[in-house]
């Protein structure tokens, strides 16, 4: 089945699908060797080229997103040169399409970690302007004074331009450490960790504990994953203001079978 050339690359996780629009427009995608024009559609069995480049397209298939509790120390790249791990060693083998991390986790950063075979899905997620909760529990070195804690929720400067938290809740801790749960609602690199950095605070552990309304369940080891259930793919495709229809209802959630120390299947 040929789909508009817009909404397939965006599902193959080449960009939005206006940016893949504005490449169609300057000329920049070609269909069996011919500029593409909008409107245009492909599928199965066409060469497609974006920017120069050939894009093999996935047959198409129900989308999918998975939940995947990040360990510290790997890395959210397909391919390391100095073999270290990586998420997506962990992830379940695809017949059709690619997994697509939903943003990144600093190899320090534990916690939950999204992926999807739908590129569209992905872009919209990471987009600022879908303003998507992101919540991490920190463990921060000393007592924290409320002053400061007020301005990394007013607002500081950092190199990258301001940034804040929306909530900062106390969360526990004994001794030289305490917890905090703070949200944010976009994902620049290492953003939360700057965030505290301004303020001289040291951050010596930092989970995500919460990505929109999924949340890392204690049961979820570090190294597992998850199948979202359909009701649960209805409601992150409505938070992304996408329409779920494609995301035809599964069964039950399937869950990872295998333990987390076993082999990693290469991707």
């Known amino acids: 089945m040929k789909e508009r050339l817009q909404k397939l690359l965006a599902r193959e996780g080449l960009g939005s699908r206006r940016e893949i629009e504005g490449w169609i427009t300057a000329g920049q995608v070609k269909v069996n060797g011919h500029v593409a024009q909008l409107g245009d559609r492909a599928g199965d069995g066409d060469r497609v080229r974006v920017r120069g480049k050939p894009v093999r397209l996935s047959r198409h298939v129900r989308p999918r997103v998975i939940a995947y509790h990040k360990p510290q120390g790997e890395l959210t790249t397909r391919k390391d040169p100095a073999g270290r ?11 059709a399409g690619r997994w697509i991390a939903v943003g990144r986790l600093d190899a320090s950063t534990s916690g939950l970690l999204l992926f999807t075979t ?7 997620l990471m987009h600022p302007s879908c303003g998507v909760e ?3 529990a920190a463990r921060v070195r000393g007592e924290i004074s409320t002053k400061v804690l007020g301005r990394l929720q007013q607002g500081v400067i950092l190199d990258d331009g301001p940034a804040r938290f929306e909530t900062v809740l106390e969360a526990g801790g004994g001794g030289a450490n305490r917890w905090y749960h703070v949200m944010l609602r976009e994902g620049r690199n290492r953003e939360v960790r700057r965030l505290w950095d301004s303020q001289n605070v040291t951050v010596s552990r930092l989970i995500r504990i919460r990505y929109g309304s999924l949340t890392l369940g204690r049961w979820l080891r570090p190294g597992r994953w998850r199948e979202l259930a ?7 495709y409505g938070q992304a203001g996408l329409d779920a229809h494609e995301s035809a209802p599964v069964p039950r959630a399937a869950r990872d079978p295998t333990p987390a120390h076993s082999r990693r299947r290469p991707q």
Do not use: I, K, S
Not at 88 to 94: E, I, V
Not at 118 to 124: M, S, T, V
């Open 85 to 95: 791990p990586t998420v997506f060693a962990r992830l379940p083998y695809l017949h």
């Open 118 to 124: 739908d590129g569209a899905l992905a872009n919209r």
């Open 134 to 136: 992101r919540e991490y």
């Open 230 to 236: 359909a009701d649960e793919l209805r409601t992150l």
